[in-house]
């Protein structure tokens, strides 16, 4: 799954999707697919919100989540690509 | 979409707004469905406005509720049908909701086909006339069909068609399957409950353990067949089924119902259940602060299903259909798997005649006929 997605490069939360967060993290629905996601940790909420500010995924990570866990991430990203919670830029 | 246990504990506890929430729109019907959920027919004279239905969609669209399950009676017979959808739509809410189809001609099909956001369930209750119209009256299957020919025609797309399951409907599986095919349309199936008048019915319909057990084998190797999380219960007979197996009544479902009462969920119209109401001080401050949802929101009791392997993966299933059956909420499901609560249910057969009645009821008055003495 990770093999689809280039941590290198930039990405953003796609216009379609919208998010609600809850105390374990947040609801992100995407009104076009009409899929709901379940972000699991505010973390990675916070990631996914940051990731239009950076010039890649992998500079978004290092920034905003804790050390040590940059491949949990990279893989949870890649999970929202294939949901399309994510798109290219 | 599946769930991790811990994910699920969370679910448990509460959300900040439902994910799923059901409004029925009126309790006006032009059909009169023996196993309706909702008891409908005639229109409630306190229905709630235009306006009231407008604000309503306001502060769900401020609670960022992705979308709304608009269901009823029948909602086309709204006059503001079109109005409310395309209030909520406008302001991102998605709309989801259920008909029996006999309002969409070909222009209604074309004005469905133009709203963004909006998804469509027909409801079918046999994949043809002779089984669907013995519950939802004569004709009806042809018009259901007359409406999925129509949005096939104006393009709409994917429209669901959405089957309860009963002893006679669930033989016909491959049958709807085949229908949803024919029309690019997907496919759900849902649990008769014993809510509403489904409690008349319920006895008589309801599948078999033998039937469950088919139905679950089914809906493995088909992943792709929607379910409303209906058939959690059937999660203990092996591998857990699509969708998020919990009771979701006050953590992450509720219903509204026409008047604005707000109860745990679409199957469970009941005074027991009720948590407020809209009008008092808006569908936030229920969901938040109802003493009703904060109970649910505790850890569930196991009750009599406390020694069963199979708890985790059922959780006890429907809390609506033990308490219409008669059981306690600490009973097994009544169509548990295992058989406890058909054990549990004739325990309790002497006190049938005893079993909840819905409380608001909007069946349409049949004539009595007078006999002279």
Redesign the interface.
């Known amino acids: 799954m990770a093999l689809d997605f280039d941590a290198s490069a930039p990405w953003k939360l796609s216009d379609q999707v919208s998010i609600r967060d809850e105390a374990f993290g947040a609801l992100a629905y995407h009104h076009g697919n009409r899929r709901l996601v379940f972000l699991k940790s505010v973390e990675l909420v916070a990631l996914v919100r940051s990731l239009e500010g950076f010039t890649s995924a992998d500079e978004a990570i290092d920034a905003v989540v804790p050390v040590g866990q940059h491949q949990r991430y990279v893989r949870a990203l890649a999970s929202l690509v294939k949901s399309e919670i994510l798109n290219g830029r | 979409?599946g769930?991790d246990q811990s994910?699920r504990n969370?679910f448990e506890s509460g959300?900040?707004?439902p994910?799923c929430l059901t409004w029925e729109l009126t309790y006006a019907c032009n059909l009169a469905c023996t196993h309706c959920l909702s008891s409908s027919g005639r229109r409630d004279p306190m229905e709630l406005s235009t306006d009231e239905a407008k604000a309503l969609i306001d502060e769900i669209a401020a609670m960022?509720i992705?979308?709304i399950n608009i269901g009823g009676g029948e909602p086309m017979i709204r006059r503001d049908f079109f109005e409310l959808v395309e209030h909520a739509v406008n302001q991102?809410v998605?709309v989801k909701f259920s008909t029996n189809g006999t309002r969409i001609d070909e222009a209604a099909a074309i004005r469905l086909a133009a709203i963004?956001?909006l998804?469509i369930q027909i409801s079918i209750d046999g994949a043809d006339a002779t089984t669907s119209d013995r519950i939802r009256g004569e004709g009806s299957y042809a018009q259901a069909r007359t409406a999925m020919d129509n949005l096939k025609a104006a393009n709409f797309g994917q429209f669901k068609i959405s089957v309860v399951m009963t002893r006679d409907s669930i033989e016909q599986l491959d049958e709807f399957e085949a229908l949803a095919q024919h029309y690019g349309a997907e496919l759900r199936l849902t649990r008769l409950r014993p809510s509403g008048r489904g409690v008349d019915v319920w006895d008589a319909l309801h599948p078999t353990r033998e039937q469950n057990r088919r139905l679950y084998q089914w809906l493995l190797e088909r992943p792709n067949v929607l379910t409303g999380d209906s058939f959690f219960h059937l999660s203990a007979l092996g591998d857990p089924l699509e969708g998020l197996n919990l009771c979701g009544a006050g953590r992450v479902v509720c219903l509204i119902d026409p008047v604005g009462e707000v109860y745990a969920c679409p199957f469970v119209i009941h005074d027991e259940f009720k948590a407020g109401n809209v009008r008092d001080a808006g569908f936030a401050a229920v969901w938040t602060s109802s003493e009703l949802f904060r109970s649910l929101r505790e850890p569930g009791n196991p009750g009599a299903c406390v020694s069963c392997g199979s708890y985790d993966a059922c959780r006890g299933g429907c809390m609506a259909a033990k308490f219409f059956t008669g059981l306690e909420l600490t009973d097994p499901d009544p169509e548990c798997v295992f058989g406890h609560g058909e054990t549990a249910l004739e325990n309790k057969r002497v006190a049938v005649a005893l079993r909840p009645t819905p409380s608001p009821d909007h069946s349409k008055r049949v004539p009595v006929a007078i006999t002279s003495r």
């Open positions: 979409m769930a994910l969370r959300l900040a707004a994910i960022q992705f979308y991102k998605g963004d956001y998804d």
